[in-house]
């Protein structure tokens, strides 16, 4: 509070009511994310295949490839928004950013691993939409993989 005001000590209009937008919006795409997916979503990456395993590609996740944490980070940085400070808004953004830099190619190398050309294709056709997180690309050696 103290870094808050002595750095910006007015109100920025419409950030609290942005942020309320943000996290109703963040919460209801993650909680839809979860319904649309069923057993195929976990809160914990597999790293293994199992039999049950589909690409979902529908609903919500025809917006985003990953739209359960795409709605964790709009909630997130939407309560530091409620919140009326921008400085904890710039770094709740940083820090959520970071983490999905690491976590989303972990777990798209793993979704290429168990889809092969279905889930690359679904990299081709529909986005992240996490500022500043891109996922992991598929390689010739991969291709080569896949098809022996």
Request: proline residues 5%; contains cysteine; glycine residues 4%.
């Amino acid at each position: 509070y103290a870094i808050r005001s002595t750095f910006f000590p007015f109100t920025i209009p419409y950030l609290q009511p942005a942020g309320v937008a943000l996290v109703i919006l963040g919460d209801v795409l993650r909680k839809v994310a979860m319904w649309t997916a069923q057993s195929n979503f976990s809160h914990i990456v597999q790293t293994e295949r199992a039999d049950s395993h589909q690409l979902v590609k529908t609903g919500v996740y025809r917006i985003s490839r990953h739209p359960s944490y795409l709605g964790w980070f709009l909630w997130s940085v939407g309560t530091q928004m409620c919140l009326g400070n921008p400085l904890c808004t710039i770094a709740y953004a940083a820090a959520s950013i970071r983490f999905f830099q690491e976590r989303v190619p972990h777990e798209e190398k793993l979704l290429l691993d168990f889809f092969h050309e279905d889930y690359e294709q679904y990299q081709r056709d529909v986005p992240i939409r996490i500022p500043f997180v891109s996922g992991w690309t598929v390689t010739d050696y991969q291709r080569h993989y896949w098809a022996s």
